[in-house]
């Protein structure tokens, strides 16, 4: 047990070392900016910028070249908003963020600001479509919530619903910037729908694929009012999200038709699915036989342990208990590790993952397909050489889900 523990820590823990070094860096450079050592703090932000790349919150543009700005090196300030005018990424917000900073207003007078300013609004306007925000549930007295996109073409008819989560942690607050991920469905007609679950620490992953099955039957039940066809909705995610996705992928057709609300009359499911680095298996993570679905100390160590704090519904007290049984835990445990679900009645399931991923191991999703191909479920899988735990390090890979749905959802 302790070299399970040991393993599980190391394999676990290893996403953590670029990710402390970068916040090291700015958390540095925020200590700096207060204490008023602007050139410090610049240089501090620009270290960190260096490691992250292009997995980079565009943010760190603006906090390095305001720091530049006050520093008085004007050129330092502008190389870097020259830099940010050209990360695919940008929405509207980064644009009111640039305008309104008044740490950037003594660049206002100089030549470059307006056209570097124009840039960044063509970048932000690219990634810009009509969003309508849908209510598809209610629980606990709180709303859930999703974001409606609508392309700029012609609608196609058909839909995917995009997950919104990461390490089952889930905000509105990701809709903007996951929009210039969807641009590639968007482009083809494809009406998106970001949803957003109940997050970690409050609600576990039972909780998450609850809220996730009632918006596919919200989806459906509203087909007509949002424009889509209700047999022609593909699901996609990456890490958490793929999961979760692979989830509504594999469940067995369960409907309620005694059910009060008549969305919980329709089906949940889906006609395809596209996942990046996915977990599948949490009693065989990274080797067979290495389960983490009981060691607390690994989920914390790594922030993922509300997913797994499951409660039961206790009617004397009225209360949620918590459940630590180790066998009431390992059934959770199956029930939401995907590969025990795979049947041969599955949707078409494409899958790409890196073979450098420190979070989730390239084997998680190896073993899912070997599944799908022994039940004879169509399938798909890209290992990407080199690819790291991001979405961006999989591009242009990325580009084929689009192919995927247009192909499996005709």
């Known amino acids: 047990m302790k070299n399970t523990v040991i393993l599980l820590l190391c394999l676990l823990t290893m ?16 200590s700096l900016y207060t204490a008023k050592d602007y050139g410090g703090a610049a240089r501090a932000y620009n270290a960190g910028i260096k490691i992250q790349g292009a997995f980079m919150d565009v943010n760190r543009y603006l906090s390095a070249s305001s720091s530049w700005a006050l520093a008085n090196e004007h050129d330092s300030a502008f190389f870097l908003l020259d830099r940010m005018s050209q990360f695919e990424k940008l929405v509207t917000s980064d644009v009111r963020n640039l305008e309104n900073s008044k ?5 206002h007078t100089d030549k470059r600001w307006k056209g570097i ?38 609608p196609n008819g058909r839909a995917i619903i995009r997950v919104l989560a990461g390490s089952w942690y889930s905000s509105f607050s990701w809709v903007e910037r996951s929009v210039y991920y969807t641009r590639k469905y968007l482009d083809r007609g494809y009406t998106v729908f970001m949803v957003v679950l109940g997050s970690q620490p409050r609600y576990a992953i039972p909780d998450q694929v609850a809220d996730l099955k009632r918006a596919v039957r919200y989806i459906r039940y509203n087909s007509g ?50 996942a990046l680095f996915p977990p599948t298996d949490f009693f065989n993570w990274g080797a067979s036989g290495l389960a983490m679905i009981n060691v607390k100390e690994a989920l914390l160590q790594n922030r993922v342990y509300g997913a797994f704090d499951f409660t039961a519904w206790n009617n004397s007290t009225s209360t949620y208990d918590r459940i630590t049984d180790s066998n009431a835990r390992n059934k959770i445990g199956r029930e939401i590790s995907p590969i025990y679900a795979v049947s041969s009645d599955d949707p078409p399931v494409f899958i790409i993952h890196g073979d450098s991923d420190r979070t989730v191991p390239l084997q998680q999703s190896e073993i899912f397909i070997a599944r ?27 580009s084929q889900f689009a192919d995927w749905f247009d192909k499996h959802l005709k």
């Open 15 to 30: 996403q953590y070392s670029m990710s402390q070094n970068v916040q090291g860096f700015y958390r540095m450079a925020d």
């Open 103 to 107: 740490e950037l207003s003594v660049l």
């Open 117 to 154: 300013l124009a840039n960044i609004k063509k970048r932000a306007a690219a990634n810009t479509y009509q969003q309508n925000e849908l209510v598809y549930g209610r629980k606990d007295g709180l709303a859930l919530m999703m974001a409606q996109l609508k392309p700029k073409v012609k």
């Open 225 to 274: 009012q949002l424009g889509i066809d209700p047999e022609r909705i593909g699901i996609e995610g990456g890490s958490a999200a793929g999961h979760l996705s692979l989830i509504i992928a594999t469940a067995d057709e369960k409907t309620d038709s005694n059910a009060a609300d008549p969305i919980d009359k329709v089906s949940s499911r889906v006609q395809a699915v596209a």
């Open 372 to 398: 799908l191909k022994e039940v004879g479920v169509m399938n798909n899988f890209i290992i990407k050489k080199g690819g790291k735990h991001s979405e961006d390090d999989m591009s242009p890979e990325t």
